[in-house]
């Protein structure tokens, strides 16, 4: 039988299926468009977080736009953790957490990377689909203003001759962006904020946006400027992940990289640093880290914690992030937070985040993961894990209040939440360079 490796087929339909697309000589790599870069292409406005309309994701505090931002990950298939809140498919894509393949080297890696997303913008995405998407929402509009300011939407799909799928992406994004509302998702009506008097064309350019943005934006993609090393696996297990950042700074890159902490001899001689970096916070006990993150190394608890002790001594941006799965790492007694903030201050990092887990891809196979039943086949099994904007929002309150950590910035779509632990008073958070 052929071993799966990321050159066979079995490997790589694990992937392709969920719009990865796999990279590099060795295919040992990755990007995908994620749905934020999706959102703003489709609405093309920048626009501050705390707006509605705002289709930015979380980065966005620190000046990132997600339009012109690579999700990539040089170490695919391995990983020092098999998290069961993940979206990665581990069950039919994991290599193990050792790196095995022959490394394709960083300057070739990012000419693929960026090659790759400019032909998934032209050839798989292209602008029609954005602008088609406004001429759906002017239709929709319009029709329920012709039908009493409400509209079935079965029933505008079957008459209008467009495909299921483009009146989803058009009724979505209407109800997202607080246009419209409705109370069983087949009827809608105007959300009282917006002005339904307007016609069409100025309703959507009043709340959202206009042809003309989405065109900016789909222009401005095409002049990516930020790596957010963060896709799927490890990318600290990649070889050369110092020369992939300095790859990508030499080009003008901003760089972002999310880590589990698992390789603090890694990073301790990283060179260069990325613009920041993200260590993903386990909880403050090694018997609920070891259920929740599943850890395929020995002794992962205690490399954290000597990444923990690292992190004040970098020289780039830090950021501590807990991925909240409600019910999961959540605890709401004194002793869980206590224990939190604990590690917190241990690494003392500019940035502390929560951010919601959300339900997608084979994350979906959390309850299976944990060992409590399902097939993780409908997003109902996993969905009472994915925690609520409020939900977020209080968790986070909890840590503020027992570390003095202020809360700076919060993002509703993204359910994110960001805290000041160790940053200058009045300084901008906002990246100038890379």
């Known amino acids: ?19 990865y697309r796999l990279v590099g000589k060795h295919k040992h790599s ?21 707006d509605p309309a705002n289709r930015n994701c979380y980065k966005g505090y620190f000046g990132i736009r997600s339009e012109k931002c690579i999700q990539n990950t040089p170490a695919l298939p391995f990983c020092t953790h098999s998290c069961v809140f993940c979206w990665r498919d581990m069950e039919e894509g994991n290599l193990g957490p050792r ?5 394709d080297e960083p300057k070739f890696l990012v000419n693929e990377f960026i090659r790759n997303q400019l032909n998934m913008l032209d050839h798989h995405l292209g602008a029609d689909k954005f602008l088609h998407n406004y001429d759906v929402m002017a239709d929709i509009i319009w029709h329920m203003k012709r039908d009493g300011g409400e509209v079935e939407i079965n029933e505008f799909q079957a008459k209008s001759g467009e495909s299921r799928n483009r009146v989803e992406d058009a009724i979505v994004l209407l109800k997202t962006t607080e246009i419209v509302d409705t109370h069983d998702n087949v009827h809608y009506y105007f959300n009282p904020r917006v002005d339904a008097s307007l016609d069409p064309e100025e309703l959507l350019s009043t709340y959202l946006t206009t042809r003309g943005e989405i065109s900016s934006a789909f222009a401005s993609a ?42 603090p001899a890694v ?8 613009t920041q970096l993200y260590i993903t916070l386990p909880p403050p006990d090694e018997k609920a880290y070891t259920r929740i993150h599943r850890p395929a190394i020995r002794g992962g608890y205690q490399a ?3 990444t923990l002790r690292l992190l004040p001594s970098l020289t780039c941006r830090t950021c501590l992030r807990i991925t909240h799965v409600k019910g999961l790492n959540d605890g709401t007694g004194n002793e869980h937070v206590t224990g939190l903030v604990r590690l917190v201050k241990l690494a003392n990092p500019n940035f502390l985040e929560v951010k ?17 039943g399902g097939d993780g086949t409908t997003i109902s099994e996993s969905s ?13 309150r909890m840590l503020s209040d027992a570390g003095g950590f202020p809360i700076v910035e919060t993002s509703k779509p993204s359910r994110d939440v960001l805290m000041l632990v160790n940053w200058p008073d009045g300084k901008s958070i906002r990246i100038e360079a890379p």
């Open 1 to 19: 039988m052929e071993p799966k490796t990321p050159g066979t087929q079995d490997f790589r339909r694990a992937y392709e299926r969920s719009n």
């Open 30 to 50: 990755a990007l995908k468009p994620c749905h934020w870069m999706l959102e703003k292409l489709f609405t093309g406005r920048d626009l501050p977080l705390s």
């Open 99 to 103: 790196f095995t393949l022959p490394a």
């Open 222 to 263: 095409h002049e990516p400027s930020h790596a957010a090393i963060s896709l799927a696996g490890e990318p600290t297990l990649y070889p050369h992940i110092g020369g992939l950042v300095g790859e990508f700074k030499r080009r003008g890159f901003t760089t972002f990289i999310v880590s589990n902490g698992t390789t």
């Open 267 to 274: 990073l301790e001689r990283m060179n260069p640093l990325p």
């Open 304 to 306: 954290i914690t000597d």
């Open 356 to 372: 919601g887990f959300a339900v997608e891809a084979r994350a979906m196979l959390l309850k299976k993961r944990l060992g409590l």
């Open 384 to 396: 009472g894990f994915a925690p609520t904007f409020d939900d977020v929002l209080g968790f986070a």
